[in-house]
C-alpha cells in the first residue's frame, strides 16, 4: 500500500511537471527528443528512490534537479565526444552554472520566467509547422499533455504503434530541419501561434464530438485541450485569440454533461437541459472572452466563435437564444477566416433567424463544393431544414445519405432514427 502511494505520488507529480521540466532541459540541450528522453531518466530514478526513500518535500523541485543534473552529464559526455569546447561553454552559460545548485534553494526563482518562457518555446516546438498535423497533435499531447503513447492512441482509436512511430518521426524531423528552441519573432510569431491554436482547438473538437468509435465524446481530450489552453493563456497573457479559444473551449465543455442522455447518445443543443451547464465554466468563458475583447480592437476567429458561444450560455432558455446576433457573427467570421464550413455553420444561424428557407438556400449553394464531398454534417443539415419546412421524403433521404457518411456510431444511430420518424 505504502508503495501503490508512492506510485500514485510520482504518476501525479509527472503529469503536473512534465512538461516544465522537459522545456527547461530542451533549452539546455537544444534538443526534444534528447530532452524528453533526459526527463524521462529523472522519472526512472524517481521510480527507483522514492519508494526505499520516501517522497520528497517538493517533489516537482526533486525531478527538475535531476533532469537538470542528467543534463549537465549529457553536455559533459557531448564535450568529451566532440570537444567542442567552445559550444560546451556556451551550453554551461545557457544551464546557468558548471554545476547544478540545490534546485530546493532556487525554486522561487525557477518558477518565474525561466520556467515559462520554456513552456512557450517547448509548445512552439511541438507545433512547428514543419510537422503534419497529426504529428503535431500526438507530440503536443505527450510533450504537453503528459499523455502516455497508450493515451493518445486510446483516444484517437489508431494502433499503438501507430503513434509511437509519429511522435518517433516528429522529434526526428525538428532535429533534421534545425527548428529552433525558441519563441519566434514579429511576423512569425501571429503565423506560428495559429498553428499551436489549431493543434489545442484539433485536440478539443475530437474530445467533444468524436469522429469515429462508439463514444459521443471523449472526456479526456476535451480536458487536455482545455489544461494546454489555459497554459498558453498564462505564458502568453498579450495574445487576445490565445484567450479568444480559451473563452471558446471553457464555453463549449460548459454544456458537456448535458450532450448526452443516460445512454450515452446525442442531445441536440435546442433540447439540453441547460440546468445541466457548467456555470463555473461559462463564467471562465466570459471572462476569458471579455479579456480578448480588451487586448484586439478587431476580432479573431477564435474570439468570433466564443462569442457565439457566448450567446448561447447567456441564454436562460433556447428560445431565448440572440440568432440575430449569432448569424451576424458568422457573417463576420466567413469574411474574418472563409471557408464553406463556416457557411454551412451560417446558414443554420440564419435559419433559426430567419427561417428554414433561408437557410436552405445557403445550404443548396455549398451541395456540390468540393471541400463538403463526403462532410456528413451537410446532408444533415439540410434534412433537419428539409424536415422543418416539411418535406420529409426529401428530409429522409438526406438524413440516411448524412448516416452513410457519419464515422461515429453514436452519431449514425442518431441520424438513422431522425430518418426513421420521418416515415
Known amino acids: 500500500m505504502m508503495h501503490s502511494g508512492v506510485h500514485q505520488a510520482i504518476a501525479t507529480t509527472w503529469r503536473l511537471e ?17 530532452a524528453e528522453e533526459l526527463a524521462h531518466d529523472a522519472l526512472v530514478a524517481a521510480l527507483e528512490h522514492w519508494p526505499t526513500q520516501g517522497v520528497p518535500d517538493n517533489p516537482a523541485a526533486w525531478l527538475m534537479t535531476t533532469a537538470k543534473r542528467r543534463a549537465l552529464d549529457h553536455l559533459r559526455h557531448r564535450q568529451m565526444a566532440e570537444s567542442r569546447h567552445e559550444d560546451i561553454a556556451a551550453d554551461r552559460e545557457a544551464l546557468g552554472a558548471d554545476h547544478v545548485p540545490d534546485f530546493v534553494d532556487a525554486l522561487g526563482e525557477a518558477r518565474q520566467d525561466d520556467i515559462g518562457d520554456d513552456l512557450l518555446r517547448l509548445v512552439f516546438t511541438a507545433c512547428h509547422p514543419v510537422l503534419s498535423t497529426d504529428a503535431r497533435v ?78 459521443w465524446m471523449r472526456p479526456a481530450l476535451c480536458d487536455e485541450a482545455l489544461r494546454l489552453g489555459r497554459m498558453l493563456a498564462g505564458i502568453a497573457p498579450q495574445q487576445a485569440e490565445v484567450h479568444g479559444l480559451l473563452a471558446l473551449l471553457e464555453l463549449q465543455a460548459s454544456r458537456a454533461a ?3 442522455d443516460a445512454q450515452g447518445r446525442p442531445v441536440l443543443l435546442a433540447d439540453q437541459d441547460r440546468s445541466r451547464w457548467d456555470p463555473l465554466l461559462i463564467r471562465r468563458g466570459l471572462a476569458a472572452l471579455a479579456r ?11 474570439q468570433l466563435q466564443a462569442s457565439m458561444a457566448a450567446c448561447h450560455a447567456r441564454a436562460v432558455r433556447a428560445q431565448d437564444t440572440d440568432w440575430a446576433r449569432i448569424a451576424a457573427l458568422y457573417g463576420e467570421l466567413a469574411r474574418v477566416a472563409p471557408s464553406p464550413v463556416v457557411e454551412l455553420n451560417r446558414a443554420v444561424a440564419v435559419a433559426m433567424h430567419a427561417g428554414p428557407a433561408a437557410g436552405l438556400l445557403i445550404v443548396d449553394a455549398l451541395v456540390h463544393h468540393k471541400a463538403l464531398r463526403g462532410y456528413h454534417w451537410l446532408p444533415s443539415v439540410r434534412g433537419d431544414l428539409l424536415a422543418r419546412l416539411g418535406r420529409g421524403a426529401e428530409a429522409r433521404a438526406e438524413f440516411e445519405r448524412a448516416a452513410a457518411l457519419a464515422g461515429n456510431e453514436r452519431e449514425r444511430t442518431f441520424l438513422l432514427e431522425r430518418a426513421q420518424s420521418l416515415r
Open 18 to 34: 512534465s512538461a516544465r521540466i522537459t522545456a527547461h532541459v530542451a533549452r539546455v540541450v537544444r534538443d526534444v527528443g534528447v
Open 138 to 215: 500526438a507530440l503536443t499531447l505527450k510533450l504537453l499533455g503528459g499523455l502516455t503513447t497508450h493515451e493518445i492512441a486510446r483516444a484517437y482509436l489508431v494502433p499503438e504503434t501507430t503513434i509511437a512511430q509519429r511522435i518517433v518521426r516528429a522529434k526526428k524531423t525538428l532535429s533534421e530541419a534545425g527548428v529552433p528552441f525558441e519563441v519566434p519573432r514579429g511576423d512569425a510569431l501571429g503565423e506560428r501561434l495559429a498553428s499551436v491554436l489549431e493543434v489545442v482547438y484539433l485536440v478539443f473538437n475530437e474530445g467533444y464530438t468524436a469522429t469515429s468509435g462508439g463514444d
Open 258 to 260: 448535458a450532450r448526452t
Open 292 to 302: 480578448a475583447e480588451s487586448l484586439a480592437p478587431a476580432a479573431g476567429p477564435y
